[in-house]
């Protein structure tokens, strides 16, 4: 979403970058070193040079920095006078006018943003007339000019930001290129500039003929690209072609005066109510001739005006180079920008303008920490300086270098500064000691409430801590100031869900649509969210306003036939499917259903179902003295696993709901799985009332959300099942079928292993647990925990071996604050085909083995660290040290990588990776210097002990190494003990 890439832009680079400048300029001499006094020094410069090209180095960095000041409204409010001086020059107005938009639109002035885009002359509507395929031929799409009504296509306003998002819009959304249009009326002739920025390369013609043609791939940005159109009296046709590469897909363009000022009146652009009958004839060669020599009015940039300030005086090189960087020019790589910043830092050393501009260019994060370092020498209490390098070192889990850097900067100003502060004290206990971060943190919001990061981190914390009210309250209080910030709305949506205040979740997505009209996803949220409140039709009518939009958008079409099956409109449901699988093939998981829905497709599953009939007859059971909201009467686990390991795991639950006000909780279902292991298939997900009326489940699909605080991320999904309000009586059936993909083994052939918790959150009657596997492939389990033993009854038919596990009605297991791990309390299941731990560590020993093989690079780094190092202790010692500091904690729990770490290379290559990858790459580190060492897995100690009696691999989350010759175990992944001290969590853990 383009809110997110504003939110990086004003929240994220803020955090970054506290503060850069051409030098270091203080208010007054004997100023201390704040943040304050810093920004205000920035406005200082950006003021002198607000008549010159020179003002955007100042005004980047004032933008970037807003976030962390102490009230970023006083940032605003100093900008916007800026503006209004008349002797500002007029693009540099502009970029100040359109930092100011998203302002507007965070405090929900969208009224006051769409003046600035109007001020700004920024296309406010387009024709979108279609995509086409890269290299094909593009005139085709313009036709004859004199009949401009044979265009057609769809009018699409832009969102209050101004930007044309077009990857929601066009399906298909990769390598396509999208053809859009606007019309111009000028009353007389003239020569305007039409600014713009796309993403990726755009081509801009006039009246069908091509006029601009740009080459590089790039991101979009203000002011990107501009062009001159020679216009005579009457209609003109701009149309623009922006090609689809990589990345997001979308425009914004604006009309202006060739000098830059804002258009004099006598035009009027858009597009009409009635397409014009005919263009404005064109001017003849010698026409355009005579006009290019009586032109006194060149076309004017921010860029152009820059190249020449560099070539006339080399120390604005630093300048150019950042404008290029920014402006994603000429393409996103930024290899230009980076020589010349490189360059001009290299011959001004002790320049901090020149450092400046190359710490911001250059990819390198080390190179970037370089030109700090170089900074903090010529000015040691520089702010901005300080908070980058606290930011470097935090990055890189280097906590005391990190909270070293924020607290200098804290004792070189005598002023409060709550955003390093509380950065400070996130840094320190976030960890281990949230509670008191949280603390701190409240005192701090109280204490400077227009602190919009440090409510973010707050709200963030309370959420992880599950103090829902408080973290409501808090990112509500954070979106009154970051309304465009879309991840956390998304989370404050998710939290009023789940407390069942769905009024005020619909209330937050209605504005997220006025915010950003053209972001589908959130039209799809608010479908999703009427439908579950079961409001169906008002959510039909949220999908088909959405497809006026994107007509050809299958995430739309998707939700549009659960509207429909929730409507009762079955043969609807199949139209709007078989439209998802034209588009998306057979990868869009609906051609199961649709089969089932038509009539043309078995289950598959009846052997292990139970009826409705059946669970009804159990209600009688249930004694008298039970109070709980809902009661499972039924629950099954079934495993169909075949001779090499892959397996069908089957999952069926019938619910009774009895309090509806207590069980809000039961009208969601989450089913996590693995897109590239797995696939999931939901057999039945429906809602039956005491009159027999069926209601069928929502379904949504997401990512499962990565931790950034532990640095994970994963290829999982979550498929989640919602149903709308519950009554008494009610009883829900979820039944559904998770399956291993592929045709071998991804860890061996023949492992089967999983840990099946058969007690939950509410009481069950009765519990049934199949397997069901060839005779050649016996597996063994083990039950722990059950208050009574298990009945079992096993058959063979054939090569096909069944056992049926019959568990006596279990209790409600509830989640409480402070009570034992699950495995300590609650009923499980551990299945497996191996024998014992032995094989199952050969097992692993040869997952291992590709993934270890050594490099040239790692033998160099080997020699290097070790040389000096008589011992092997000491040898042992420095590895250690080398993978600690080297290397950071990144988990990519992808696919198999949840299990298998990736290959010594490429961890080397990236410097990150997660437990087993640094386990992976230490151990063969120390083998290369000749020391025996193992990879060990372990259970960690917060998980809780685990019994041990069947051998599985995923009763582990953590590996480290092991070194038998010194009797040392090595963590990783700590950065605060030492090679010979283990952290809390290894201590008495299961390896």
Same mark, same amino acid.
């Given at each position: 979403?383009?809110?997110?890439?504003?939110?990086?832009?004003?929240?994220?680079?803020?955090?970054?970058?506290?503060?850069?400048?051409?030098?270091?300029?203080?208010?007054?001499?004997?100023?201390?070193?704040?943040?304050?006094?810093?920004?205000?020094?920035?406005?200082?410069?950006?003021?002198?040079?607000?008549?010159?090209?020179?003002?955007?180095?100042?005004?980047?960095?004032?933008?970037?920095?807003?976030?962390?000041?102490?009230?970023?409204?006083?940032?605003?409010?100093?900008?916007?006078?800026?503006?209004?001086?008349?002797?500002?020059?007029?693009?540099?107005?502009?970029?100040?006018?359109?930092?100011?938009?998203?302002?507007?639109?965070?405090?929900?002035?969208?009224?006051?943003?769409?003046?600035?885009?109007?001020?700004?002359?920024?296309?406010?509507?387009?024709?979108?007339?279609?995509?086409?395929?890269?290299?094909?031929?593009?005139?085709?799409?313009?036709?004859?000019?004199?009949?401009?009504?044979?265009?057609?296509?769809?009018?699409?306003?832009?969102?209050?930001?101004?930007?044309?998002?077009?990857?929601?819009?066009?399906?298909?959304?990769?390598?396509?290129?999208?053809?859009?249009?606007?019309?111009?009326?000028?009353?007389?002739?003239?020569?305007?500039?039409?600014?713009?920025?796309?993403?990726?390369?755009?081509?801009?013609?006039?009246?069908?003929?091509?006029?601009?043609?740009?080459?590089?791939?790039?991101?979009?940005?203000?002011?990107?690209?501009?062009?001159?159109?020679?216009?005579?009296?009457?209609?003109?046709?701009?149309?623009?072609?922006?090609?689809?590469?990589?990345?997001?897909?979308?425009?914004?363009?604006?009309?202006?005066?060739?000098?830059?000022?804002?258009?004099?009146?006598?035009?009027?652009?858009?597009?009409?109510?009635?397409?014009?009958?005919?263009?404005?004839?064109?001017?003849?060669?010698?026409?355009?001739?005579?006009?290019?020599?009586?032109?006194?009015s060149p076309l004017v940039t921010l860029t152009m005006e820059l190249e020449a300030l560099a070539r006339s005086t080399p120390r604005y090189t630093a300048d150019l180079a950042l404008d290029l960087a920014r402006r994603e020019l000429p393409d996103r790589d930024h290899a230009r920008a980076e020589a010349m910043a490189r360059e001009n830092a290299l011959r001004r050393p002790l320049d901090p303008h020149a450092l400046w501009a190359a710490a911001l260019v250059v990819s390198d994060r080390a190179e970037q920490r370089g030109y700090y370092e170089r900074m903090l020498a010529i000015d040691p209490s520089d702010p901005a300086v300080l908070r980058r390098l606290a930011q470097y070192h935090l990055v890189y889990e280097q906590i005391r270098p990190a909270v070293s850097y924020a607290r200098r900067s804290l004792e070189a100003c005598s002023q409060p500064d709550p955003y390093l502060e509380g950065w400070l004290e996130v840094a320190r206990y976030v960890r281990g000691f949230p509670q008191g971060a949280s603390a701190v943190l409240a005192r701090l919001s109280r204490r400077a409430p227009h602190q919009a990061s440090v409510l973010e981190r707050l709200a963030s914390l309370y959420s992880r801590e599950q103090l829902v009210t408080h973290a409501i309250d808090t990112y509500q209080r954070y979106l009154a100031l970051e309304r465009l910030d879309g991840? &956390?709305?998304?989370? @404050? %949506?998710? *939290?009023?869900?789940? !407390?069942?205040?769905? #009024? +005020?979740?619909?209330?937050? $997505? /209605?504005?997220?649509?006025?915010?950003?009209?053209?972001?589908?996803?959130?039209?799809?949220?608010?479908?999703?969210?009427?439908?579950?409140?079961?409001?169906?039709?008002?959510?039909?009518?949220?999908?088909?306003?959405?497809?006026?939009?994107?007509?050809?958008?299958?995430?739309?079409?998707?939700?549009?036939?659960?509207?429909?099956?929730?409507?009762?409109?079955?043969?609807?449901?199949?139209? &709007?499917?078989?439209? @998802? %699988?034209? *588009?998306?093939?057979? !990868?869009?998981?609906? #051609? +199961?259903?649709?089969?089932? $829905? /038509?009539?043309?497709?078995?289950?598959?599953?009846?052997?292990?179902?139970?009826?409705?009939?059946?669970?009804?007859?159990?209600?009688?059971?249930?004694?008298?003295?039970?109070?709980?909201?809902?009661?499972?009467?039924?629950?099954?686990?079934?495993?169909?696993?075949?001779?090499?390991?892959?397996?069908?795991?089957?999952?069926?639950?019938?619910?009774?709901?009895?309090?509806?006000?207590?069980?809000?909780?039961?009208?969601?279902?989450?089913?996590?799985?693995?897109?590239?292991?797995?696939?999931?298939?939901?057999?039945?997900?429906?809602?039956?009332?005491?009159?027999?009326?069926?209601?069928?489940?929502?379904?949504?699909?997401?990512?499962?959300?990565?931790?950034?605080?532990?640095?994970?991320?994963?290829?999982?999904?979550?498929?989640?099942?919602?149903?709308?309000?519950?009554?008494?009586?009610?009883?829900?059936?979820?039944?559904?079928?998770?399956?291993?993909?592929?045709?071998?083994?991804?860890?061996?052939?023949?492992?089967?292993?999983?840990?099946?918790?058969?007690?939950?959150?509410?009481?069950?009657?009765?519990?049934?647990?199949?397997?069901?596997?060839?005779?050649?492939?016996?597996?063994?389990?083990?039950?722990?925990?059950?208050?009574?033993?298990?009945?079992?009854?096993?058959?063979?038919?054939?090569?096909?071996?069944?056992?049926?596990?019959?568990?006596?009605?279990?209790?409600?297991?509830?989640?409480?604050?402070?009570?034992?791990?699950?495995?300590?309390?609650?009923?499980?299941?551990?299945?497996?085909?191996?024998?014992?731990?032995?094989?199952?560590?050969?097992?692993?020993?040869?997952?291992?083995?590709?993934?270890?093989?050594?490099?040239?690079?790692?033998?160099?780094?080997?020699?290097?660290?070790?040389?000096?190092?008589?011992?092997?202790?000491?040898?042992?010692?420095?590895?250690?040290?080398?993978?600690?500091?080297?290397?950071?904690?990144?988990?990519?729990?992808?696919?198999?990588?949840?299990?298998?770490?990736?290959?010594?290379?490429?961890?080397?290559?990236?410097?990150?990776?997660?437990?087993?990858?640094?386990?992976?790459?230490?151990?063969?580190?120390?083998?290369?210097?000749?020391?025996?060492?193992?990879?060990?897995?372990?259970?960690?100690?917060?998980?809780?002990?685990?019994?041990?009696?069947?051998?599985?691999?995923?009763?582990?989350?953590?590996?480290?190494?092991?070194?038998?010759?010194?009797?040392?175990?090595?963590?990783?992944?700590?950065?605060?003990?030492?090679?010979?001290?283990?952290?809390?969590?290894?201590?008495?853990?299961?390896?």
């Open positions: 979403m383009l809110a997110a890439d504003l939110r990086r832009w004003s929240a994220c680079l803020a955090i970054l970058v506290a503060g850069l400048l051409a030098t270091p300029l203080r208010a007054s001499g004997d100023a201390p070193a704040c943040i304050e006094t810093w920004w205000r020094g920035q406005l200082e410069i950006l003021r002198a040079n607000r008549d010159s090209a020179l003002a955007m180095f100042p005004l980047r960095l004032l933008g970037e920095m807003a976030a962390t000041t102490t009230d970023p409204s006083e940032v605003t409010a100093a900008l916007e006078a800026l503006r209004e001086d008349p002797e500002v020059h007029p693009l540099i107005a502009a970029e100040i006018d359109y930092r100011l938009v998203s302002r507007d639109l965070q405090r929900g002035a969208i009224d006051a943003a769409r003046q600035r885009l109007a001020r700004l002359g920024v296309v406010q509507q387009y024709l979108l007339v279609g995509s086409l395929e890269e290299g094909a031929e593009r005139d085709e799409f313009w036709p004859a000019r004199h009949d401009p009504r044979r265009l057609s296509g769809r009018r699409i306003p832009v969102g209050p930001l101004g930007v044309l998002r077009l990857r929601p819009l066009l399906h298909p959304n990769e390598h396509r290129v999208a053809a859009v249009a606007f019309f111009i009326h000028s009353e007389r002739r003239r020569k305007l500039a039409l600014r713009f920025g796309s993403d990726d390369r755009a081509e801009v013609w006039l009246d069908g003929k091509r006029i601009f043609s740009e080459e590089g791939t790039h991101a979009m940005a203000f002011d990107q690209q501009a062009t001159v159109l020679d216009l005579s009296p009457g209609w003109h046709q701009v149309g623009l072609f922006v090609e689809q590469v990589e990345g997001a897909w979308r425009l914004i363009a604006r009309l202006t005066e060739t000098d830059g000022r804002p258009l004099d009146g006598g035009v009027e652009f858009g597009v009409p109510q009635s397409l014009p009958e005919r263009l404005a004839p064109a001017s003849s060669n010698s026409e355009r001739r005579r006009r290019r020599r009586r032109d006194k991840a &956390a709305r998304s989370e @404050v %949506i998710r *939290l009023l869900e789940g !407390a069942g205040r769905d #009024a +005020e979740a619909q209330r937050l $997505l /209605e504005e997220a649509i006025r915010l950003e009209p053209l972001a589908i996803p959130w039209r799809l949220r608010l479908a999703e969210h009427q439908l579950v409140e079961g409001r169906a039709d008002r959510a039909l009518e949220t999908v088909l306003a959405a497809r006026k939009l994107a007509p050809d958008s299958p995430s739309l079409l998707q939700v549009e036939g659960e509207i429909r099956l929730a409507l009762d409109d079955r043969q609807g449901a199949a139209r &709007a499917w078989r439209q @998802v %699988i034209e *588009l998306s093939g057979e !990868a869009s998981g609906l #051609a +199961e259903r649709l089969a089932s $829905l /038509e009539g043309r497709r078995e289950e598959g599953f009846e052997r292990w179902t139970v009826s409705l009939d059946a669970a009804r007859e159990m209600i009688d059971d249930i004694p008298a003295e039970q109070t709980a909201s809902v009661v499972a009467l039924s629950h099954t686990e079934a495993f169909e696993v075949k001779a090499n390991g892959m397996a069908t795991r089957f999952t069926q639950t019938i619910s009774l709901v009895r309090d509806p006000q207590a069980a809000s909780f039961a009208r969601g279902h989450s089913i996590t799985y693995s897109p590239r292991l797995q696939t999931v298939r939901i057999l039945d997900a429906k809602l039956v009332r005491k009159d027999g009326s069926v209601v069928p489940a929502a379904r949504r699909e997401r990512p499962l959300l990565p931790d950034p605080e532990l640095r994970m991320w994963y290829d999982s999904r979550v498929l989640e099942l919602s149903f709308p309000r519950l009554e008494a009586g009610d009883l829900i059936d979820v039944r559904y079928t998770i399956s291993d993909i592929g045709h071998a083994n991804p860890i061996a052939d023949g492992y089967f292993g999983d840990i099946v918790a058969v007690g939950t959150m509410v009481p069950v009657l009765s519990t049934r647990v199949i397997l069901e596997a060839p005779t050649s492939l016996p597996l063994r389990y083990h039950f722990v925990n059950l208050p009574e033993a298990e009945k079992v009854t096993t058959t063979e038919e054939g090569e096909l071996r069944t056992t049926r596990i019959e568990l006596s009605a279990l209790p409600a297991y509830p989640d409480a604050p402070l009570t034992p791990p699950v495995t300590h309390r609650v009923p499980y299941a551990i299945v497996s085909s191996i024998a014992d731990w032995n094989e199952l560590g050969r097992l692993y020993a040869r997952l291992l083995r590709p993934q270890m093989r050594t490099t040239s690079e790692l033998q160099r780094i080997v020699r290097e660290v070790t040389a000096g190092a008589g011992s092997p202790r000491r040898k042992i010692f420095e590895l250690y040290r080398w993978v600690i500091e080297n290397t950071r904690y990144v988990a990519l729990e992808f696919g198999i990588h949840a299990i298998k770490p990736y290959d010594v290379a490429a961890v080397l290559d990236r410097h990150y990776g997660d437990c087993k990858d640094k386990a992976n790459l230490l151990a063969v580190m120390l083998r290369e210097a000749g020391i025996e060492a193992y990879v060990a897995l372990l259970r960690s100690r917060p998980r809780g002990h685990i019994d041990t009696t069947i051998p599985v691999f995923s009763i582990f989350d953590h590996a480290i190494v092991y070194v038998p010759s010194e009797s040392l175990w090595l963590d990783g992944t700590v950065l605060t003990h030492g090679p010979q001290e283990l952290p809390m969590a290894d201590r008495d853990a299961l390896a």
